[in-house]
T-cell receptor
Framework: SQQGEEDPQALSIQEGENATMNCSYK?????LQWYRQNSGRGLVHLIL?????REKHSGRLRVTLDTSKKSSSLLITASRAADTASYFC??????????FGTGTRLKVLA | GAVVSQHPSRVICKSGTSVKIECRSL??????MFWYRQFPKQSLMLMAT?????????EQGVEKDKFLINHASLTLSTLTVTSAHPEDSSFYIC????????????FGAGSRLTVL
């Protein structure tokens, strides 16, 4: 399977703490994206990092990409209860064609 | 921003019946849409790529006769689960490229299918 792996599978933290999720993938990529999914809903795009970029920020989100290790990380700083969701990395293997990671279920406790 | 509407959000059907799920891009044209299947607490598995005006491209292991895809216009793709069985019960999600060159996918809200 080409599917990426994410760890941890589940993460529970207190509000205000930082949450870090990691993603490893198997193939060469054009870019890598992170998506968020609230329970029973569709996915929402969070951030895209291109293969020639190493780090990107968006608000409380920080994404890193290491193409030599085929890995990426998503850091959510100062987490809030509303950040509770599943987070997926997705690697583009063709135009708009993405393979999704196994996901990290984040629970932020108030 | 780009919006993808998916309907119905929930459907319950009897075993042996067929169910159609619609995916519409509301404010942009999508020559390509994607259909995924998601089991509880698992990731999205790409089922097929829906191409406007041509046949869908199915991923390995996905039965094209079981999951019929039609992409008749630039804003509508449909997935029909034919002769549904309980093992077809799942969460089905569609997505479309926004077409802005950023290669970002916009997702529908998903359709939960329960086959009795």
């Amino acid at each position: 399977s080409q599917q990426g792996e994410e760890d941890p599978q589940a993460l529970s933290i207190q509000e205000g703490e930082n949450a870090t999720m990691n993603c490893s993938y198997k193939t060469s990529i054009n870019n890598l994206q992170w998506y968020r999914q609230n329970s029973g809903r569709g996915l929402v795009h969070l951030i895209l990092i291109r293969s020639n970029e190493r780090e990107k920020h968006s608000g409380r989100l920080r994404v890193t990409l290491d193409t030599s290790k085929k890995s990426s990380s998503l850091l959510i700083t100062a987490s809030r209860a509303a950040d509770t969701a599943s987070y997926f990395c997705a690697t583009e293997t063709g135009t708009y064609k993405y393979i999704f990671g196994t996901g990290t279920r984040l629970k932020v406790l108030a | 921003g780009a919006v993808v509407s998916q309907h119905p959000s929930r459907v319950i059907c009897k075993s042996g019946t067929s169910v159609k799920i619609e995916c519409r891009s509301l404010d942009f044209q999508a020559t390509t849409m994607f259909w995924y299947r998601q089991f509880p607490k698992q990731s999205l598995m790409l089922m097929a790529t829906s191409n406007e005006g041509s046949k869908a491209t199915y991923e390995q292991g996905v039965e094209k006769d079981k999951f019929l895809i039609n992409h008749a216009s630039l804003t509508l793709s449909t997935l029909t689960v034919t002769s549904a069985h309980p093992e077809d019960s799942s969460f089905y999600i569609c997505s479309a490229g926004q077409g802005t060159g950023a290669n970002v996918l916009t997702f529908g809200a998903g359709s939960r299918l329960t086959v009795l």
